[in-house]
């Protein structure tokens, strides 16, 4: 739904403001000259002897729509012209035409409440008064929001529908409710409008008036038998409206009707929980004499102390404190206390409040954490200062060992980490895995902070349980700069761990082409390389580098067998006449090289296959054959490679499945053989090419079977096939898929009948109790992982912030309430999306899509994933530079995939195929309440919220989605920073 100036709404998801701005020819009124075409700007400037030359000495049309399809109809109804509209009407106007978002000039006039207009439209021009626009607007629902009590009465008397709902289920009473319009109120409730009516969320006409804090209107509408309780779906009430937005009028209506002031949502927030997180003292302190207790918890065991700790309302905090000061040290469902969040936020006047109140200084979270730990972790030198100064031990462990340098060093918090070290902290001190500070600021490649503990006497050459040093850590991360400051300070260039490698042979096996240039100009010793033969060097220089790997091999002894097949090999490859390899044995040289370039980048393989003689021709079959006899090929490559889009490689997916052979194979014995040639791809589109020619080969090696009527019925079953063997096989998910489920599911998909039941019922057994077995490259949970952290998200509900934990990975944004749920608050697929600076609030900014909805998921209260009701996602970070690189990160993952539903249109596609019922694909969920669409603006804007989730100790954890896209997989993270860097070495 649109709106005009300064009306807002609370949805379910998110509220926005729309605003209806005059056409362009008329936003500024000057004496300039029209940039719009003459006819539009004389209709709205309401010019009619200019308007009736341009009509009547020219070939120009009544009806001339703008780029918007507005004609000089809809600009003179805008902007309240009577007598344009009347010259228009007289010049045969088209009076029911409608523009781009489908309003007639008769929604126009009625948002403006231009009555004149109204009538001359309806009684002249013939307009239905009952018209629709594309959201099911009528003009009653306009004028209710907008317009006068006069032309929402003639509109009535004219027979307007006062229970017309829009595609969001909202009546006109819910606009004029959210307008704040008694007497517009009152005229639709005696038209037979539905007090206590429900939109698509169960939102009713009191939640508008609470939200938007119109007294009047509340109390009219408890006068006219509206429901003081309600519950929308997501149990927010009306008090919980009217204390978020900060009511006061409001809430003492409502309470005096009868609501329960200790009212909960479905998340266990009540309306002080609101209150204290937005910090309104006033509203606050009249809740609580209304009978508000100050020590409920929500869901996440957080009090409201809890919420003014975290947002930093000092007053808020001083008031409850006052009223009970036992609840100093409440803990949250993490064991957190106020002290934690307000030290993890850097608020530092919260955390100097809180201590004078006799905080405990060194309480302990779930984790061991200390409000010290977390004000390090996040870089707050002044919090972890002030908290040292008041005596929190600086040397102080968590259960993983861990001090809070350990956390500043691990987190790049370079400033903080120098006050640490300046207020005394041990530079030597090691974890539960034995990993130094200097360990984790080399793992992340934080040189900045390796420099300041070098400096300070840190020990360059410290080993941890695994005999690491800093530099082998670096090095497998691909720090180039940390691997410099290392060198600068002597580090062991050659140090063996107990795994017998060197820094360079990690380099090396992670391709970090650079950091290996580093070391071998070192000195590094090129003799304690496993060369695997040229398969690494390949892999990591390129075989365009011939020269300079050449002259890196030759420094070795030259003796070295192992060396002479490697330059054999490199120069081989870099002769654009490759010949035919005369042994065996540099055949395979060869291929192994060819393998490697292929699991790297799966294009240029083929292309180096093909250019070195590895198959005879750039022929799809060869290169399929290829791809199928090869086991040491990723599997991930090849997925990757035969999903892709291309001529060439549309035709090697067919040579591919056409080489497998089907016959007479059960279904999901087939799709075991076939799985097990590749891995699943990430992209829908992908996963659907390569599943349609799944389908196609078996309908065709099985001609005589009795089950499927086409290959589409194939595609689908496969489809859910993959999904219930995900969902019977990891542990993640608790609820299982039920045999009756999995039937009702895919009830339909054979051309509109059903597949056999005894086939079906046997096929859910075997998947059930056998999985399905699908390739992967060794433990890839993490590899995509592009960034993690936590960030603070404008709610869902009310629009309070929340603390998430958010984790960039495969073009999506994930969000968690805690580094270890293993199921996500939501997805947002970065799609067509748009990322801006918030210059209204601090270290913010914005994803908005280019289109009108963004296409993301949430978690639904029953566990299941809904798509969203987000027209923006405001996203804040604890500083300028983690914004800076949250932005950037964003915007490299940004894409556009038009055909973000395929799969499930191709199902209800199916469906249909004998008029079966059709599965319709996911509805764009309610934006706000709309005024006409045609010239309107939307934003969002940054009014209360529900419920902010407190912070645990730093990130523990996270998870991505896995290979086949559906539910998450959990993996260990920076519990104890060491445990990354071990896997960081195998």
């Not at 307008?179 to 508008?208: F, M, Y």
Request: aromatic share 6%; glycine share 6%.
């Amino acid at each position: 739904m649109g709106s005009t100036s300064n009306s807002t709404k609370n949805t379910g998801s998110t509220t926005t403001t729309t605003t209806t701005a005059a056409p362009a020819t008329t936003a500024k009124h000057s004496n300039s000259a029209p940039t719009r075409p003459s006819v539009h700007y004389y209709s709205s400037t309401g010019d009619i002897e200019k308007l009736s030359n341009l009509l009547n000495n020219s070939a120009t049309s009544p009806d001339t729509p703008d780029s918007e399809k507005r004609t000089p109809l809809h600009h003179a109804a805008f902007c309240g012209s009577a007598a344009c509209v009347n010259f228009l009407l007289d010049k045969k106007a088209n009076a029911n035409i409608k523009d781009s978002a489908g309003n007639t000039p008769l929604q126009w006039a009625s948002s403006r409440g231009h009555l004149e207009c109204i009538k001359l439209l309806v009684e002249k021009g013939g307009v239905d008064v009952n018209t629709k626009d594309d959201k099911n607007g009528t003009p009653l629902h306009k004028a209710s929001l907008f317009a006068s009590a006069e032309c929402v009465l003639y509109l009535l008397n004219g027979k307007a529908d006062p229970r017309a709902v829009t595609t969001n289920g909202e009546t006109p009473l819910h606009h004029a409710s959210a307008g704040g319009n008694p007497q517009c109120v009152e005229l639709l409730i005696k038209a037979d409008s539905k007090v206590n009516a429900v939109d698509n969320d169960c939102i009713t006409p009191l939640h508008q008036a609470s939200f938007s804090g119109h007294s009047s209107c509340v109390s009219l509408l408890l006068k006219k038998g509206a429901k003081v309780d309600p519950r929308d779906i997501h149990g927010i009430s009306p008090l919980h409206n009217a204390a978020s937005a900060g009511y006061v009028d409001c809430v003492e209506q409502l309470v005096r009707n009868g609501e329960n002031i200790n009212c909960v949502d479905i998340e266990g927030v009540t309306p002080l929980h609101h209150t204290c997180f937005n910090g309104n003292l006033q509203l606050t302190k009249r809740l609580i004499e209304l009978g508000a207790k100050i020590n409920m918890v929500d869901e996440m065991g957080e009090t409201p102390l809890h919420k003014a700790a975290f947002n930093g309302h000092k007053e808020v905090c001083e008031y409850l404190l006052y009223l009970d000061p036992t609840m100093i040290d409440c803990r949250d469902s993490r064991q957190s206390t106020s002290l934690h969040l307000a030290a993890f936020n850097g608020l530092l006047d919260m955390v100097d409040l809180l201590i004078r109140y006799k905080a405990q200084i060194n309480i302990k979270d779930e984790e061991g954490a200390t409000p010290l730990h977390k004000a390090s972790f996040n870089g707050h030198s002044s919090c972890a200062k002030l908290l040292v100064d008041k005596g929190a031990p600086i040397c102080i462990v968590d259960s993983q060992g861990a001090t809070p340098l350990h956390k500043a060093a691990f987190n790049g918090r370079s400033k903080c980490l120098a006050t640490l070290i300046r207020s005394g902290a041990e530079l030597e001190v090691k974890d539960s895995q034995g990993g130094t500070p200097l360990h984790n600021a080399a793992y992340n490649g934080h040189s900045d902070c390796c420099r300041i503990l070098l400096k300070k006497g840190a020990n360059v050459n410290a080993v941890d349980t695994h005999s690491s040093t800093p530099l082998h850590l670096a090095s497998a991360a691909g720090a180039r700069d940390t691997v410099d400051v290392l060198i600068q300070f002597k580090a062991r260039i050659d140090a063996k761990n107990f795994a017998g490698k060197t820094p360079l042979v990690y380099a090396i096996k992670k391709n970090h082409s650079d950091v290996a240039r580093v070391l071998i100009r070192a000195g590094a010793d090129l003799d304690q390389v496993s060369l695997r033969s040229s398969v690494d060097f390949t892999k990591t220089f390129g075989t365009e580098n011939h020269d300079e790997i050449y002259q890196i091999v030759n420094k070795r002894e030259s003796s070295n067998h192992e060396v002479d097949e490697l330059q054999l090999a490199l120069e081989q490859q870099a002769k654009e006449d490759m010949e035919q390899l005369a042994a065996e044995k540099q055949k395979l040289l060869l291929i192994k090289a060819a393998i490697a370039q292929f699991n790297s980048h799966p294009k240029k393989g083929i292309e180096f296959i093909v250019a070195n003689g590895v198959i005879s021709e750039k022929n799809p079959k060869e290169v399929a054959h290829f791809l199928l006899t090869h086991s040491e090929l990723s599997k991930q490559s090849i997925g990757e490679y035969i999903g892709e889009g291309d001529d060439f490689n549309l035709q090697v997916l067919h040579a591919f499945v056409d080489e497998l052979n089907f016959f007479g194979l059960d279904f999901d014995v087939a799709l075991r053989k076939y799985l097990l040639t590749f891995r699943l791809p990430g992209e829908a589109q992908k996963i659907d090419r390569m599943m349609e020619k799944f389908a196609s080969q078996f309908y065709q090696h099985n001609p005589e079977n009795k089950v499927f009527v086409n290959q589409d019925a194939v595609y689908v079953l496969a489809f859910s096939v993959i999904m219930l063997n995900t969902d019977a096989h990891n542990p993640n998910i608790k609820k299982k898929m039920t045999k009756a489920e999995f039937l009702r599911n895919n009830s339909g998909i054979n051309s509109g009948d059903d597949l056999p039941p005894d086939f079906m019922e046997n096929l859910y057994d075997k998947i059930v109790t056998n999985e399905i077995k699908m390739e992967r490259d060794g433990n890839q949970a993490n590899q995509h992982v592009e960034k993690k952290g936590w960030l603070t998200k404008q709610g869902g509900r009310i629009k309070t912030w929340k603390k998430r934990w958010f984790i960039l990975t495969a073009n999506c944004l994930l969000y968690y309430k805690t580094p270890q749920d293993h199921e996500p608050c939501g997805i947002i697929p970065l799609e067509n999306v748009v990322v801006t600076i918030d210059p209204q609030k601090k270290f913010c900014f914005m994803l908005h899509s280019s289109q009108e909805q963004m296409k993301a998921c949430k978690l639904n209260s029953d566990g299941t994933l809904v798509q969203a009701n987000h027209a923006a996602y405001f996203i804040a970070a604890a500083n300028m530079a983690e914004m800076d690189s949250w932005v950037q990160s964003i915007k490299s993952n940004i894409h556009s995939n038009p055909n973000f539903e395929q799969l499930l249109k191709r199902k209800a596609e199916t469906i249909r195929g004998r008029g079966k019922v059709s599965t319709k694909p996911i509805q764009n969920r309610k934006q706000t309440i709309s005024g006409p669409p045609p010239s309107t603006t939307t934003t969002t804007t940054s009014t209360a919220s529900n419920n902010v989730t407190s912070v645990g100790s730093p990130p523990n954890s996270g998870s991505v989605l896995n290979s086949s896209g559906s539910k998450p997989v959990t993996f260990s993270s920076t519990s104890s920073p060491v445990q990354q860097q071990t896997s960081a070495l195998s």
